[in-house]
């Protein structure tokens, strides 16, 4: 069987958040970000480091919460987002180790 075509794949949004309270574990940030209605469960965290984290949600959702995110809402606040998460890293200023294989 044929893959899908890059036109017919889901879309998905890289958003950059910072932080306004101090949250110290990956659990207790997402269930913050899961609070939130229009986010609620579609969502995965990817890099959360001082205070600033990558998020990625489908186009739906994004479009849908962009308004909140850029409010900010629940101590968060979007600076930026894109459809690739290199993109974002370098926004933000987090800086991944990659690993040798």
Do not use: H
């Amino acid at each position: 069987m044929a893959k899908l075509g890059k036109a017919s794949r889901d879309k998905s949004r890289w958003v950059g958040l910072r932080l306004d309270q101090p949250v110290n574990q990956r659990s207790e940030l997402e269930s913050l970000i899961s609070q939130i209605e229009s986010i609620g469960s579609n969502f995965r965290l990817y890099d959360f480091v001082d205070n600033k984290a990558i998020i990625l949600m489908s186009l739906d959702t994004y479009m849908s919460s962009r308004f909140d995110l850029e409010q900010g809402v629940g101590g968060m606040k979007s600076i930026t987002s894109s459809g690739k998460i290199k993109l974002v890293r370098e926004r933000l200023g987090i800086v991944v180790k990659r690993r040798k294989r």
